[in-house]
Nanobody
């Protein structure tokens, strides 16, 4: 059973930074494009950042220039460095493959941006 375990969330003030981590367990991690998704209360889940098998990153306009995603294939880890955080970034953050797979969703990690 594949698991994605997200960590690193928390409460941060506007303008602050956080680094999220995602530990993946799929056997052939290197063949999967990965992505970070987020879901704010009352909203649909949206994709914020994608990272291909080759490490190429694509960002949603809402996070471009502020977020950076990286991956460590040897450790089966994906990271999301978030900076210049805004209250609108408050959400539960998830990692999953891209395209996402329904059975690969983890519990997510809560990010709250508030003063």
């Amino acid at each position: 059973q594949v698991q994605h375990v997200e960590s690193g969330g928390g409460l941060v003030q506007p303008g602050g930074s956080l680094r999220l981590s995602c530990a993946a367990s799929q056997r052939h991690f290197t063949i999967f494009h990965m992505a970070w998704y987020r879901q704010a209360p009352g909203n649909q889940r949206e994709r914020g950042a994608r990272i291909t098998t080759g490490g190429v990153t694509i960002y949603a306009n809402s996070v471009k220039g502020r977020f950076t995603s990286t991956r460590d294939n040897a450790k089966k880890m994906v990271y999301l460095q978030m900076g210049s955080l805004k209250p609108d970034d408050t959400a539960v953050y998830y990692c999953n493959t891209w395209p996402s797979r329904a059975d690969y969703w983890g519990q997510g990690t809560q990010v709250t941006v508030s003063s």
